[in-house]
């Protein structure tokens, strides 16, 4: 079994290419830093479709607990108020088992 979490964003008109960079460079650093996360994916939407949020983050932890670990992890806070929360027009957010 395994415990997965999904979020999907739409950034505001403000934010640029850099700025999603950012994000994704410290996106990618959370993995070494929360040892809960088994798998990691994130990036943008690929356009095909419209309507789309812009981003998406893909979690997979081996419980609820290990995900609860990373939401509450520090680094993974500081990514959110830093580069996130008043960045985004919209958020949607789902957490399911396999």
């Known amino acids: 079994m395994a415990f997965h979490h999904v979020v999907m964003f739409r950034w505001t008109d403000a934010v ?19 040892p809960e996360i088994k798998r990691y994916q994130h990036g943008p939407d690929a356009g095909i479709n419209t309507g789309n949020f812009d981003y998406v983050v893909v979690g997979e932890f081996a419980d609820v607990d290990g995900y609860l670990v990373y939401r509450d992890h520090p680094f993974h806070q500081e990514l959110i108020q830093t580069l996130i929360r008043d960045f985004i027009s919209d958020r949607a957010a789902t957490q399911f088992t396999t």
């Open 16 to 34: 640029d290419a850099g700025h999603i960079a950012k994000v994704a460079a410290w996106l990618d650093e959370l993995p070494g830093a929360i």
